[in-house]
């Protein structure tokens, strides 16, 4: 059995970005790590665009584990975050741009392409000491008991570890052996996700047009481009889906209303159904959660990926100071931390997207009002805007070492919770 005669060491279930990011965060403090993971075949740079909005810590984060180099290049900076009501309801919120340099930052964060984030993140692991990598097509199960957490592979191969880390997705079957239950809910909604090209240049500026069905958000790509988050009742997303590339053009004009001049290329589109799921704690009995089986949210205010990322940097953390004691960093000290770290962050965020996504298309004027009443707050008082943009990027509370500037050289005693 791999890993059997190792006595620390973790098992990282899944390929996604957040799980390779936590691979490599163990790997770094020290850990000895197995990851189980699919394939990924490199350089498969075609028409399929998609990216993630990365803000500042995840960018961090990136540098730090040593394949932002590799990244930067292929990235638009994000600068501003525009809101636009196209409501078309009688009282119009204003528009409010929330801008980075109201934060002192030069940027929030970067539009990272998908493709290369997950090539950047696989080209580091057979560089990174302590990190073994399993071709594997899924775990078939795992098994909790004695100090171990054991799972057999679909090879039939059986890879054991002092813990887990469940990036297996929504359908985490590590997050079910453990025991740890999950709240799943769905909205009338669903995203049409693409990228296309466009006449006028986008200035760094990310534009959310606030509809009654939902938002629909362009962000900025490198050149005269911009991916698309596009927000629809199901039934419309489905004609949409099924327009041509010309007609599904025109739409895309007719929504931007000129904002970006005349619409180019479209790359190819992928449909989402709005949903959600938080768990009942965020590690237990030796597996921790991150990515997706510890959280889904609606892609509004690009918060996905950067809670992901954050898992990851926040589980190293943990186990960094766990084991600088001495202790096991799959027991209960470094589990119980890290989930109490990653609850609020997490769950604050869930609540605030669905919050405001049901502000958005709810039928009732009150609901409307209040939310009118509040961009005009934002927008008058800068102060407050200020606090509010930089919740957004990074939460106060705790920034995990690896999402500060030199990573985990030079950095404050282990165990010190990091101000932001």
């Not at 769905?186 to 693409?194: D, G, M, N």
């Amino acid at each position: 059995m791999i890993g059997e005669t190792a006595e620390q060491s973790a098992l990282v279930v899944g390929g996604g970005p957040a799980g390779l990011a936590a691979a490599l965060a163990l790997a770094q403090v020290g850990l000895p790590v197995t990851l189980a993971a699919g394939p990924h075949r490199p350089g498969g740079h075609g028409r399929d665009r998609r990216t993630a909005a990365l803000f500042a810590g995840s960018v961090e984060l990136l540098r730090n584990l040593g394949i932002w180099g590799a990244l930067q290049d292929h990235c638009a900076a994000l600068t501003a975050i525009r809101l636009i009501d196209d409501s078309g309801r009688l009282l119009r919120a204003p528009e409010v741009t929330f801008a980075a340099r109201e934060v002192g930052l030069e940027a929030f964060g970067y539009n990272v392409p998908n493709d290369r984030l997950l090539d950047a993140l696989m080209a580091r692991l057979p560089v990174t000491p302590g990190l073994t990598f399993i071709e594997t097509a899924g775990a078939r199960s795992v098994r909790i008991g004695h100090g171990r957490v054991r799972a057999t592979l679909a090879e039939g191969a059986e890879v054991a570890a002092s813990f887990a880390v469940a990036a297996d997705g929504r359908n985490s079957i590590t997050r079910d052996a453990a025991g740890i239950t999950v709240t799943t809910w769905s909205y009338p909604q669903a995203a049409i996700v693409t990228w296309f090209s466009h006449q006028r240049p986008h200035g760094g500026v990310s534009t959310e047009f606030h509809r009654p069905v939902g938002p629909f958000t362009t962000v900025p790509m490198p050149g005269l481009c911009s991916s698309l988050v596009w927000v629809e009742e199901p039934s419309e997303a489905g004609r949409l889906m099924a327009l041509s590339e010309t007609d599904f053009r025109r739409e895309i004009e007719r929504r931007l209303g000129g904002l970006l001049g005349t619409v180019g290329e479209v790359g190819p589109r992928a449909l989402f159904p709005l949903s959600g799921l938080t768990p009942d704690v965020f590690a237990r009995n030796r597996v921790a959660l991150v990515g997706e089986a510890g959280h889904v949210i609606p892609p509004i205010g690009a918060q996905g990926l950067n809670l992901g990322l954050r898992d990851a940097a926040t589980l190293a953390d943990c186990v960094r100071d766990v084991l600088a004691s001495g202790g096991d960093p799959g027991g209960s000290q470094a589990m119980d931390r890290y989930s109490a770290l990653r609850a609020p962050d997490v769950n604050g965020r869930i609540t605030a997207v669905d919050i405001l996504n049901r502000a958005l298309i709810s039928p009732y004027l009150p609901v409307h009002l209040l939310r009118g009443l509040g961009l005009h707050v934002l927008n008058s008082f800068g102060a407050l805007r200020r606090i509010l943009v930089q919740e957004g990027v990074q939460p106060a509370s705790y920034v995990p070492r690896l999402m500060q500037p030199g990573g985990l050289g030079g950095q404050q005693a282990a165990g010190a919770v990091s101000p932001a």
